[in-house]
């Protein structure tokens, strides 16, 4: 876009207070990790135990509602609601399609957590099973097929349809707080947007942080010391199981 001198406008925005208070939060825990690293181990192992300990029937419940919503939106009415305007068509195929949520949605993450999340349950099982055992390796395999089944699609659909819709169909930018526009009106342009956008950034940030330690605490401590049932030395000989 020209101005009135016949220059280049710039359109680039300058990053705003989200942008400063993410950079924030990722640098305190960063710079913590990196100078006491047990005291952070510590701290994190503590609220992971808390949560896990106090707020799992949240989680379960939460993703049932999702499970419920995610439902109720592909048999109803609303299926037949475009993303779009009234008018539009879509642009890639349904294989096409298909492939994208994969890559997106499943694609890295199995990467990484396809070996992670069994071998963690493997070594710590669920209450009443013995660790290390047959009985914890098919408890392992169960509980990492159920995790990447129903209720994280689930999640991924309910969120992705509503940033989706007030991006492509209202036209609004595509952040997390304008998915609330319904019920806060233009205050998602204001301090509580801000607030709302907030979370997303904070839960990728958790995402990187626990992944890079149960990187090392699980994955490679249990492949250089750990022997699976029937097999002579270790997981990284599989060939002799």
Known sequence: MKNNDGHQASSSK????????????VGIFVIWGAVKPVHFNEIMTAGL????????????????????????LAFSGSRKVKLGSPDSEPDYSLFSWIGMLFAAGMGVG????????????YVSPPPGIEAE???????ALKYAVFHWAVQPWAIYATVGLALAYFKFRKQ??????HAFYPLIGEN???????VLNLPRLKSRDSIALSGSKTLRLVVVEFLLHQDLPGCSQGLLSLHYC
């Open 14 to 25: 300058k990053p705003g207070i989200v942008f400063y208070i993410s950079i924030a939060i």
């Open 49 to 72: 135990n808390w949560m896990t300990a106090h707020l799992s029937w949240f989680y379960i419940m939460a993703t049932a509602v999702f499970v419920g919503f995610s439902l109720y």
């Open 110 to 121: 199995l990467v990484f957590w396809g070996v992670a999340e069994p071998i963690s349950h």
């Open 133 to 139: 055992t047959n009985a914890a390796a098919q408890a």
């Open 172 to 177: 609004k930018p595509g952040l997390i707080s």
């Open 188 to 194: 998602v342009n204001g301090p509580i947007g801000k």
